[in-house]
């Protein structure tokens, strides 16, 4: 049992405490197999330098301290030559492990389902409810009106709903468009095959993309709630209007938004597209 099976990747910025905290709930993970964890600080702050640092003490934890802020493709793809095993796990720093079964239920999901290229479980918040992390792909025109007085418009208000995936099922295995980074397990072929995330992007919608990939690659993305996580129920993307001028943040999501729709503007659903070309294979 020497040989890594699944790195596991955690991009930090301004969360110490709550990356350590992801971590010590790993190491409690009971599993079959080897693995690594990498955090990453993106933070470029001593202070939450240091309190990583303690990490150090693990040996299957490596801490990389960037001097810059890398953004959130490249700062995952900088250490793409230290990736081992058959899957990559991403996961923000606000995850913990409380079953301690959860890392290994997903590993033997995609072992036994060798056509699912990305898993997610489900993500418990504080309130105790499901975050919705399983997402159609974004049409831009909603993101935008959400935000607006625009959005509470009968005509406009259940396209929004319908966006959000109101009526989804979070107590069912199943397929997806994409599903948001926050926690999923990632086939290292098809990271390797896609090079990983889209450095297009500085923040946001890489998660959107690698799915996208995925699909285009015949390869499933599946929701997977016989696991579950728990998150702080915190989402960098939230607001409206008026924080749009006061958020660098909501702007750069707005910015990424744009780079998206541009690059898939005549595109067509992959999903879709994968479960047609599917139909017609069974009768040639």
Partial sequence: M??????????????????????????????????????????CDKKNAGILSQLKNFNNVNVKINSENLGYSRAYNNIKSEIEGEYVLIANPDILWKEKKSLAQMIDYMDKNRDIGILGPKQINPDERAEPTARPFPKFYLQVVRRTFLGSLPILDKKIECGGMPRFDYNKIQDVDWLQS??????????????????????????????????????????????????????????GFKKF?????????????????????????PRIAYFQKKEIDKFI
């Fill in 182 to 239: 926050s926690c999923i397990v990632v086939q290292k072929k098809l990271w390797d095959k896609i090079n990983g995330f889209c450095e297009d992007y500085f923040l946001f919608m890489a998660d959107t993309e690698i799915c996208f990939q995925a699909w285009k690659n015949s390869c499933r993305v599946v929701y997977f709630p016989e696991v579950k996580v728990f998150a702080d129920g915190k989402r960098l993307s939230a607001g």
């Fill in 2 to 43: 020497n040989e890594i099976k699944t790195t596991i990747i955690i991009l930090d910025y301004m969360k110490a405490r709550q990356t350590v905290a992801n971590v010590n709930s790993l190491l409690t993970q009971k599993t079959d197999f080897n693995f690594k964890i990498i955090v990453i600080d993106n933070s």
């Fill in 245 to 269: 001028f006061k958020s660098r943040t909501l702007r750069q999501h707005v910015k990424d938004s744009l780079k998206y729709r541009a690059k898939h503007f005549f595109d067509k659903n």
